[in-house]
């Protein structure tokens, strides 16, 4: 049984303060879960399952604090609706900026982007076409949400996330091409973009106009039907998938 100490633990991790205090967060899943026993083991503090999930992974547990539950004492910690079999806290890795990936191929950068399932499934998206980095601007959503992992589905320890604004871009970076995605802008499918920074904006209010007084190049989806606009996330896969064809 679970003490009421780790559950409070637990719970407290579905609050930003407390991810950030215990430098801590939550993954539940056993498909996220395979993928990290065998790629980030080494940053999980401890798994909570059930006896089934610890006899179909036992060999993949070794060196893993292991407390094995009832279903409905998993339930009863999960943030799911439908809870599967596993739960796992773990460390929130350490991001780190590659110099020579950042000034020779794209990154990404979120104005405040606030859904975190749009959030976790651009993180999936970098993952898919190899994007390296993703900056997470002032008003985005902790990557480290649930929502957010569980969009994300294991990309978060293989895409690099960095907390940013934009004053880091120019004072760090002033000769890094920039990327902003607008619905004025040149149509994407006519560019070549080989490096440099693609900035997507918030949901309701796109890019904040800081961005626009910098140099820049506006960059845009066209419209062949009549949808008003595009989710962020599928924005950021279709102009993803344009960059790596180029």
């Known amino acids: 049984m679970l003490s009421k100490n780790k559950i409070k633990y637990i719970q407290s991790l579905q609050r930003k303060k ?5 430098n801590k967060f939550i993954v539940e899943g056993t498909k996220m879960l395979d993928e990290i ?14 006896e089934k999930y610890f006899k179909n992974k036992e060999n993949l547990l070794s060196n893993v604090e292991v407390q094995i539950v009832l279903e409905k004492d998993l339930k009863n910690i999960s943030s799911l609706k439908t809870p599967q079999e596993v739960l796992a806290v773990m460390e929130i890795p350490s991001s780190n900026i590659n ?8 990154s990404i950068y979120l104005d405040a982007i606030q859904d975190p399932g749009n959030l976790g499934t651009i993180i999936r ?10 900056f997470l601007g002032e008003g985005t959503v902790d990557a480290f949400n649930p929502k957010s992992i569980q969009s994300s589905m294991s990309s ?10 934009i004053n880091d871009f120019k004072n760090n970076y002033p000769d890094l091409p920039i990327y902003l995605a607008d619905m004025n802008g040149e149509n994407v499918y006519e560019q070549t973009i080989k490096k440099g920074l693609v900035v997507i904006g918030n949901e309701g209010n796109g890019i904040s106009k800081e ?6 190049q506006v960059i845009s989806i066209p419209s062949f039907g009549n949808a008003e606009s595009l989710n962020a996330a599928v924005a950021t896969g279709i102009i993803t998938a344009l960059i790596r064809r180029s």
């Open 37 to 50: 026993l065998v790629e980030a083991k080494n940053d999980l503090q401890f798994i909570i399952c059930t």
């Open 18 to 22: 407390y991810r950030q205090r215990y």
């Open 211 to 216: 961005w626009f007084s910098l140099q820049h």
């Open 156 to 165: 978060f320890f293989r895409v690099q996330l960095i907390n940013t604004n």
């Open 99 to 106: 110099e020579q990936i950042l000034k020779n191929d794209v």
């Open 125 to 134: 998206i970098a993952d898919w076409f190899g994007i390296h980095h993703i």
